[in-house]
């Protein structure tokens, strides 16, 4: 009887265990075949940490993760593009040992991940003397001397791209590229990218590579750069009888469309070629576009949320792979260093729904919507939108589809993404898409079916006005409430519009809490409540820190701003501190219009003034920004210019924050920071009227000073009516004393 209990139990264990498995190959949606779903790109990451990560990568809905290559030998903090230039073909550098790549293999096969190891199979260092033994012969590689060229094949399979090109058509080349695979395969990896494929030769060309070291049992993708060369549609279909392979310049096409305000649709998609969309990768951008010198590595300049959108709408297609590149923390080349985690931002909801949406649709049809104002990717079971340029924040409509039905299930949808109403029919989609420019909408638990109120500006609205008007929608209810800040609550039955924000300081939050009551899918009554947040924001006023800074204001709706200037009378003078595409500008604040205010004050030791600048964002210019001669725009001294065009000087001098001795008997503080807690602390040279962080300031709404009313204030004390004031959050300090009372410290230095 023991016996007979203790094989029960091992069976339900066991039971039990390929549940588990089943519920962890499934509980993220992950799909069963990589071509199927979505690729995240951990470069340069330790294999330890992508394998920490493994979860997380999980949850964001990406069914693989591909490392940077593996082979022997280079070490930590070496530049990136050495592993690119391979010593042997034995796994094992300073990303992990063999027992690391076999731990990540595991461990992402609990979570139902797959791996992608990136493989250097073209070409090996450009000095054999930085090679193993194995790989000194001459007789291993092409004897062509060229260099390459996309018009001429033979070129292209048989220069060397700077360095030693492998004889991938040698049975002794094939067999020592076949076992390091193999040996892969044996760790558990599930699929290879190659490297620079373009460059080894097919059967057709007499180069049997692609036969006998190609293994057909794991996923392969090839990297192939802008074409393969002459005849690109007849060689494209070969190499896709072996892997799949990259669809670049669709990918580039697509983000440099988003990046410069405009959207397309077809940039460069092979598709439109013959080329089937089970046999492409596609990208944002990769490691090339990101981590080369700028004349090739333009998106590095291109910021992240252009990446997203555009990333986005590839993730749309179907049968399409698409590939998400995890930053580095460094931009310029020789910074990237391998073996150092990159950005996590794969987690952000607008990549992890898109993401879930493309796994959700996976085999649907996909129908691109294309405006001036946005691009689509319509599914039978989900859309995602991305909006053009720096639009953010809108209320868009357009076709489900071609507008005529079957496309997106009708209903009403919560945007996975920024939270707002989206109404569909089978003609149109709309609603409000949120501030990343992004919007998800897809069937799975996505469609309201419980009690809900949704809002109109979206959940984490920001405003400067002096009130906020706010609709309050109810679904599926029979009855609803809102509650401002936790005042009484309105009870309403299907809408109603409130206005907020009167009597609420600016930097402070306002909070509508809601509840829902209605039936669940058995047609019991229930009740569900939420919160939305809104900050009502004070707009900014330009101010100058000096009368004789030099310096100017830019307010526009785009980010990453930066400012290229120079004195074209003199080429000798120099105003900018970092290369092209210049010195990144300060964020100061918002405009009225909701725009965003940036700062440059020039803090070099040119004397003079510049002439000319030119304004970029993400490493772009901005429209008008540059006339043909690329001569950029004037520069005006403290000048106030929108979107590029100069409107007006600044001439106030920064004192919204203190008070002149002798004009008034107290210090006013705006408090644009937000801080909990204000402090002045009073030096006069000799003593400090009391000890750090010195006398707290006070809120007083109806305080008037300098054209402004409500301010934190505090009385000047006797005898400091000369003093130096320090505005301080309270946090613990030095006192300060004759040595360091710095006049680059003091907020009003009393003369």
Known sequence: MKKIMNQGVLMLLMLFAFASGVLADNKYGLKDKIQDGVILHCFDWKLSDIQAEIPNIAMAGFTAVQTSPLHQKEPLNSAWYMTYQPYDYIIGNGLGS??????????????????????????????????????????????????????????????????WDLKTEDPRVQTIISEYIQSLKACGVDGIRWDAIKHIGLPSEGDSFMKNVVDQTMYNYGEILNTPGPNADQLYKEYTQYMSVTDNTYGNGVTQSFSNGGVSSSTGNLTYRGIAANKLVYWGESHDTYANDPGDGWSKYVDQNYIDRSYAIMVGNNDATTLYFSRPEATEKNSIKFGVKGSTHFTAPEVAEANHMH??????????????????????????????????????????????????????????????????????????VGATGIAVLYIDGNVIKEPNVAFNPVDGTSFSD??????????????????????????FTTTTTINVG???????????????????????????????????????????????????????????????????NDASKKFNTADWPGDAMELVGKSAAGKSVY????????????????????????????DSSDKGVEFKNHGYYVETKYTKEITKVNHNDIVLPGTDKFVYFDNSNSWANVYCYFYNG????TTWPGVKMT?????????????????????YTNAKFFINDGTQGTAINATNASTTTVVNKGE
């Open 98 to 163: 063999e027992s690391d790549l076999k731990a990540l293999c595991a461990e992402a096969h609990k979570y139902g991940v797959k791996v992608i190891v990136d493989v250097v199979a073209n070409h090996t260092n450009g000095d054999l003397n930085y090679v193993a033994p194995r790989l000194k012969d001459t007789s291993l590689y092409h004897d062509y001397n060229g260099g390459t060229n996309d018009g001429d094949r033979y070129s292209i399979t048989h220069g060397r791209i700077g360095m």
């Open 359 to 432: 796994n959700i649709c996976a085999g649907e049809p996909n129908y691109c919507v294309h405006t001036d104002k946005l691009m689509a990717q319509v599914r039978k079971s989900g859309v995602v939108i991305a909006l053009s340029g720096n639009k953010a924040g809108q209320t868009i409509s357009f076709a489900n589809g071609d507008g005529k039905g079957g496309w997106l299930m009708a209903g009403t949808y919560i945007d996975k993404v920024g939270g707002g109403i989206f109404n569909v029919t089978d003609a149109t989609i709309s609603g409000t």
């Open 466 to 491: 002096a009130t906020l008007s706010v609709t309050a929608t109810a679904f599926n209810a029979t009855s609803a409430w809102i509650q401002v800040n936790g005042g009484d609550k309105k009870t």
């Open 502 to 568: 009167a009597d609420v300081d600016y930097g402070k939050d306002i909070t509508i809490t809601w509840g829902a009551t209605g039936k669940d899918e058995n047609n019991a009554e229930i009740t569900k409540t939420g919160s939305v947040t809104y900050k009502k924001v004070k707009a900014y006023e330009p101010v100058l820190e000096s009368a004789d800074e030099v310096s100017c204001f830019l307010e526009t709706a785009e980010t990453g701003i930066k400012i290229w200037v120079w004195d074209d």
């Open 599 to 626: 700062k440059w004050t020039y803090s070099g030791t040119t004397t003079g003034q510049p002439t000319n600048i030119i304004f970029t964002h993400g490493g772009n210019k901005f429209a008008g920004a540059s």
């Open 686 to 689: 000799k003593t400090s009227s």
């Open 699 to 719: 809120y007083d709404a109806s305080a008037s000073h300098n054209g402004k009313t409500g301010w934190y204030k505090v009385e000047i004390p006797a005898g």
